[in-house]
């Protein structure tokens, strides 16, 4: 069983910064794209960034140039480096294994509160 355990969120003022951390229990992180997605209240969940096994990465209009996925395979770990933080990116963060469309491959976590105040 997969687990994926989030962490780094935090109470933070705009224009601030965090770093968020995933770790993923068992053998599968080194083979699988990893993302990081929010839901704010009242608001589907989103993809935000994403990154290959090779380093390739992605990220949704709303945070390109402020977000940075990034990967450690020896710790099984990822990381979302969040700066120029605005209140509109207040939500709870996720990570998990995109496989198309709003699927994913394992069972959410409890997710990492992010809350930026104005």
């Known amino acids: 069983q997969v687990q994926l355990v989030e962490s780094g969120g935090g109470l933070v003022q705009a224009g601030g910064s965090l770093r968020l951390s995933c770790v993923a229990s068992?053998?599968?992180?080194?083979?699988?794209?990893m993302g990081w997605y929010r839901q704010a209240p009242g608001k589907p969940r989103e993809l935000v960034a994403s990154i290959t096994t090779s380093g390739t990465t992605n990220y949704a209009n709303s945070v390109k140039g402020r977000f940075t996925i990034s990967r450690d395979n020896a710790k099984s770990t990822a990381y979302l480096q969040m700066n120029s933080l605005k209140p509109e990116d207040t939500a709870v963060y996720y990570c998990?294994?995109?496989?198309?469309?709003?699927?994913?491959?394992?069972?959410w976590g409890q997710g990492t509160q992010v809350t930026v105040s104005s």
């Open positions: 068992g053998s599968i992180f080194s083979i699988k794209t």
């Open positions: 998990n294994v995109p496989v198309g469309g709003r699927l994913v491959a394992y069972s």
